[in-house]
């Protein structure tokens, strides 16, 4: 009868000892597929934090470049390039206070 006892308390240490051995290699799996995806995402958000410095360099390089094109000597200097002239004294029609007709 002790011999029996024995047994099968040894068969219920290696079922314990086996499904022991799988929960670790289960949780093993899992915590290298988490690590894998986390280092993968902080590839991708490093990728992403470059391309975002670097549009943001051109696009203050593109409104300096605006604003050198909006100033005023050089507006003066492409309209003496194209042979404009500068206005001169301005006058301004002004209405009467009478009806203006219109046709419908």
């Excluded at 006892?5 to 051995?21: A, Q, S, V």
């Excluded at 975002?52 to 593109?62: C, F, I, Q, R, V």
């Amino acid at each position: 009868m002790a011999q029996e006892n024995k047994n099968k308390r040894k068969f219920n240490l290696e079922i314990f000892n086996k499904i022991l051995f799988i929960l670790i290699i289960v949780c093993g799996v899992y915590y290298l597929t988490g690590t894998n995806d986390i280092s993968v995402k902080s590839f991708k958000l490093q990728e992403l934090k470059l391309k975002a410095n670097s549009l943001n360099n051109e696009n203050g390089n593109l409104n300096i470049r605006q604003m050198s094109l909006n100033s005023y000597s050089d507006v003066n200097q492409r309209v003496a390039e194209l042979d404009m002239v500068a206005a001169g004294e301005m006058e301004y029609i002004t209405m009467g206070a009478g009806a203006v007709a219109i046709k419908r």
